[in-house]
């Protein structure tokens, strides 16, 4: 690892798997409120669940401007911005008096999130090699999780002795404490590696990347398999506390066992690398998401464990996408990895969006509108893999021979 004047190996692994939870913390904290929130603003389940999807979106979209800036003034500055925002943002949600206040505190939010989570995955590379770097995928993976985890378990917590805005200040804290942080930090690109165009040129840097054509379909493949998910998050506390009549703190527990199961996924990976070759991984990867999907459309209304036993295998093999996917895409970004990392980051969140989108959508039944999303976005993962290993869209040097 590069040296850190103040951060030891052991602070920086923390301080990334730290950052890498930032996101599933400013969605999952505040989820077991998102029917009080509609009560306290008179608002619908669609602009509630907005605050979900703006997020999303502007996150995803902010990763792609934060890349190529901090390939152009360094991961610090930028690191630095972030934070600042995020917990500026974060207060500014946790004082609001409407739901378009709120929303435009999730707004910037998200663009803090943006800034801090594109430098994450770019330290990874800057500071890490080979299987180090796979491991410290790994583990900063499964310590990422923990935050599902836990999250809406204190949302809980926290509507039993105040309101939802009890979310919002806790997230205030942490963004103030990953500021702290990040001033300690010591910049890892070096001057003579940083890109010399302006700043407007600097963004060009991203159509370099969006040309490489392998490498773009073997994203949006990946980025298939997460949209589900997304989909899950904000349709999950309509579902438990909704359908099912299940109260917060009860929506909180069946939650934080749902997100448990990522945690084995990043140790999983780990252990079917060294039996299975890629292919053959994948291959699971997209049986596993297809059955999962199956029986949420013809057996998740039967109750609730039913409905969580029915999502955890997709959640597990989700844990497991998550590395195998990031190693794969960070292995072809030799330069400007701020740009590599924003775009790998950018589109499977894109779709994320989309999925939150799609899991509010009035479906009538919100349990069989995520059992069709689950299918729908396996097929098209799948039948996009047919494609790729028709040679579709050429190859790549790394891709190549690991995928093909």
Not at 67 to 91: E, M, V
Request: proline share 3%; glycine share 8%.
């Amino acid at each position: 690892m590069r040296r850190q004047k103040y951060l030891t190996v052991s602070a920086m692994i923390t301080y990334i798997a730290f950052i890498n939870m930032f996101v599933p913390l400013s969605t999952d904290v505040y989820l077991p409120a998102l029917p009080e929130m509609g009560n306290y603003f008179s608002a619908s389940e669609f602009l509630v669940g907005l605050t979900l999807t703006i997020f999303f979106f502007v996150f995803a979209v902010s990763m792609i401007l934060f890349g190529p800036l901090s390939d152009k003034y360094g991961r610090r500055p930028i690191l630095i911005f972030g934070a600042a925002i995020y917990t500026a943002a974060s207060f500014a949600c946790a004082i609001s008096a409407n739901i378009y206040f709120l929303l435009v505190g999730r707004f910037f939010q998200a663009v803090g999130s943006g800034a801090v989570i594109t430098v994450s995955t770019t330290l990874i590379k800057d500071c890490f090699r080979g299987k180090i770097m796979r491991k410290i995928l790994a583990i900063t993976q499964a310590l990422g999780v923990i935050a599902p985890m836990v999250a809406p378990l204190l949302g809980g917590i926290i509507l039993t002795f105040t309101d939802w805005r009890g979310s919002f200040y806790l997230l205030t804290i942490l963004g103030a404490i990953n500021l702290t942080v990040a001033f300690l930090f010591c910049e890892t690109l070096p001057e003579k590696k940083r890109y010399r165009g302006n700043v407007l040129q600097s963004l060009t840097l991203l159509l370099g990347v969006a040309r490489k054509k392998y490498f773009m379909a073997v994203l949006i493949m990946f980025a298939f398999l997460s949209k589900p998910y997304m989909a899950y998050l904000s349709a999950s506390s309509f579902i438990y506390v909704g359908f099912f009549a299940l109260t917060a703190q009860e929506y909180s527990y069946f939650f934080a066992v749902n997100s448990a199961a990522s945690i084995a996924g990043p140790i999983l990976y780990l252990k079917l690398k060294n039996i299975l070759s890629n292919v053959r991984l994948l291959l699971l990867c997209f049986c596993v998401a297809m059955t999962s999907g199956i029986l949420v459309l013809t057996v998740g209304q039967t109750s609730a464990v039913i409905f969580l036993l029915s999502f955890l295998p997709f959640t597990m093999i989700g844990a497991v996408v998550r590395p195998f996917s990031m190693e794969m895409l960070l292995l072809e970004a030799e330069e400007n990895v701020g740009t590599a990392a924003a775009i790998i980051n950018f589109i499977p969140t894109l779709f994320g969006s989309l999925g939150m989108m799609l899991g509010t959508l009035p479906w009538g039944n919100f349990i069989n509108g995520l059992g069709i999303i689950m299918i729908v976005a396996a097929t098209l993962s799948i039948t996009l893999w047919i494609f790729i290993r028709r040679g579709f869209f050429g190859s790549a040097r790394q891709l190549a021979s690991d995928l093909t």
